[in-house]
């Protein structure tokens, strides 16, 4: 069994966060005890240090409230009416940065993996450390990735868009 990363894993910067959770382990527990896990293979980096294609760019709402406090708590949210996607609050209080999970073992894009995982507005603000059913192990392993700049965010302008905030595991 691997270890569950604590929250001080968390409460660091997003881009030394993000680059390390590629290869840890997600694991989610489902009703009637079934646990099932994924390798991370990719994940997006989005900080609130004037990121304008992050969320919390506009401020503090009760949509982004979450992403204003301690690292390691669980940010999800809806899109096209349809899709919760699964970001990880990273830093600390004030911070308001999340890594967003792109994509887990067999599974591409954030759409695909919140619908894997179940999601739903009730992991809002889930804390990482404790939480029963959702969490990410270390695996101990060495692995390799690359970087490109993030999908989808045109809205947020240069020098936003080629940032190569986006973590993709090799061979995967």
């Known amino acids: 069994m691997h270890s569950r990363l604590p929250e001080e894993f968390f409460r660091r910067h997003v881009l030394e966060v993000s680059p390390e959770l590629i290869g840890k382990t997600l694991v989610r527990k489902f009703d009637k005890s079934e646990l099932q896990s994924w390798i ?8 609130g240090n004037g990121d304008l294609a992050c969320h919390a760019s506009k401020g503090f709402t009760p949509r982004t409230e979450v992403m204003f406090r301690e690292g390691g708590l669980v940010y999800v949210y809806l899109i096209y009416g349809m899709h919760w996607l699964l970001n990880l609050v990273t830093g600390h209080e004030g911070d308001a940065s999340a890594v967003l999970i792109r994509g887990i073992e067999g599974i591409s894009g954030p759409g695909r993996v919140g619908k894997v995982l179940k999601l739903n507005k009730t992991f809002y603000g889930e804390n990482l450390a404790t939480s029963q059913r959702i969490w990410i192990e270390d695996t101990n392993k060495p692995i390799q990735y690359t970087t490109t700049p993030r999908i989808g965010i045109d809205y947020a302008g240069e020098p936003w868009i080629s940032k190569p905030w986006r973590y993709i595991l090799k061979n995967s």
């Open 40 to 47: 991370i293979t990719e994940v997006e980096a989005y900080s």
